[in-house]
């Protein structure tokens, strides 16, 4: 297991901010699977939850 690379010039002071390349809802997650298995996306992948999901 090794670290994670520090982005040049990064100093710790500041924040990193994620890269975010689609949002899907939970039910639609086979669909962002297949966005993760295309590797087409840039970014992070994000499910999203309702209410109605935690039921």
Request: charged share 20%.
């Given at each position: 297991?090794?670290?994670?690379a ?7 002071a ?33 499910l ?8």
């Amino acid at each position: 297991m090794h670290a994670a690379a520090i982005p040049e010039g990064f100093d710790g002071a500041g924040s990193l901010e994620p890269v975010v390349d689609s949002t899907f809802p939970l039910s639609h997650a086979a669909d962002a699977h297949r966005r993760m298995e295309s590797s087409e996306n840039v970014g992070k992948i994000i499910l999203t939850m309702q209410p109605a999901d935690l039921v």
